[in-house]
């Protein structure tokens, strides 16, 4: 069975500041991990996703997530947040391309 | 090629009544998976279905929910004589099975009065 530990509910932080969201998991195999994004009142959008290859994956919009394998960690980063990255945020993994577990979420408060 | 749909969005019912959610995966999708969202929580597995077949089921409640996928039209999810506790957003999901991995629907809000 898999787990997925995301131990900040909430990181509030200042516009343009850096950001990291920290995922952790637990699993006796292999797994894929997502970083899932959902914003009020929506439905969840892939925001990036590790299955093989380079340790360190990009998403479109400037987040970035590093899978270390040693520490059992995923997690999220971006270096100059904007007032629309407010959402939560939400660590995923998988065992195969079937059901996800999720973590509990990280809510990310970005101020002007 | 339109995304997961999801209906209604919201959805109220009364104590006692049953609540039917909708979900069409997205055209060449044959894997649905449900999740449910409780107030401040993550999203927890349901589960999992093929078309005319449950692969997994594991996170469904024992009694009063249960779902189906038929060979012709949505997936639904059927949860009767719905309770106070039973309040919460409902995802679904559709993959077609492969590493592309999950599109999810917009969900569906169930508020039970």
């Known amino acids: 069975a898999q787990s997925v530990t995301q131990l900040d509910s909430q990181v509030p932080v200042f516009e343009e500041a850096p950001v990291e969201l920290r995922c952790n998991y637990s699993?006796?195999?292999?797994?894929?991990l997502f970083w899932y994004v959902q914003y009020p009142n929506q439905g969840l959008q892939l925001l990036l996703k590790y299955l093989s290859g380079s340790t360190l994956v990009e998403s479109i919009n400037g987040f970035e997530a590093e899978f270390n394998k040693s520490q059992t960690s995923f997690h999220l980063r971006k270096p100059s947040v904007h007032i629309s990255d407010t959402a939560e945020y939400f660590c995923?993994?998988?065992?195969?391309?079937?059901?996800?577990?999720f973590g509990t979420g990280t809510r990310l408060l970005v101020s002007p | 090629n339109a995304g997961v749909m999801q209906n209604p969005r919201h959805l109220v019912r009364r104590r006692g009544q049953e609540a039917r959610l909708r979900c069409s995966p997205m055209?060449?999708?044959?894997?649905v998976y449900w999740y449910r969202q409780l107030p401040e929580e993550g999203l927890k597995f349901m589960v999992y279905l093929q078309k005319e077949n449950i692969i997994d089921e594991s996170g469904m409640p024992k009694e009063r929910f249960s779902a189906e996928f038929p060979k012709e039209g949505p997936s639904i999810l059927r949860i009767q004589q719905v309770v106070r506790g039973d309040s919460a957003a409902y995802f679904c999901?559709?993959?077609?099975?492969?590493?592309?991995?999950?599109?999810f629907g917009s969900g569906t809000r169930l508020t039970v009065v």
């Open positions: 999901a559709s993959s077609p099975g492969t590493e592309d991995g999950y599109t």
């Open positions: 055209k060449g999708h044959s894997h």
């Open positions: 995923a993994v998988s065992a195969g391309f079937q059901k996800l577990v």
């Open positions: 699993s006796s195999v292999s797994v894929y």
